[in-house]
Structures are given as C-alpha cells and as structure tokens.
C-alpha cells in the first residue's frame, strides 16, 4: 500500500491496486453499466451516438472499447 494521486481526479488516496480512488471506481462501473446497456439495446450505434445517448464521457467510452 501507498500513497498515490487517483489518475482520473487527482486526489490522494491509498493506493492497493487500483489506479483510482474508490468514488472514480465506483463512477466508471456506473459509467460502464450505462454504455454497455446501450450498445446492447443498440448494436449500430457509433461512439458519438453511445456519447449523446448516455453523457458519458468520450475519454471513458475509448477507455472501454480498449479493455
């Protein structure tokens, strides 16, 4: 365990091993649930309408795609 800056709002916490303290964990599932309940429902749709459709951000949606 360290100390370390969450890398998506910059606080300090303590590090195990997330890169993320435990609010933007808990953030990115919700975020994450959202967008893939949406491509589920709507498997055409390109990243601007995931985007539009959900208020998730484009940053978090390549994110996803990556995994």
Do not use: W
């Not at 370390?4 to 091993?17: D, L, M, P, T, W």
């Not at 933007?24 to 491509?39: A, G, I, N, P, T």
């Amino acid at each position: 365990m360290t100390l370390s800056n969450c890398e998506a709002c910059g606080k300090v916490f303590i590090r195990q091993f997330e890169k993320r303290c435990k609010p933007c964990v808990q953030l990115q599932l919700v975020e994450s649930h959202k967008v893939k309940d949406f491509v589920r429902s709507h498997p055409g749709a390109t990243l601007i309408d995931v985007y539009h459709e959900t208020g998730v951000p484009l940053k978090t949606i390549k994110e996803l795609i990556q995994e």
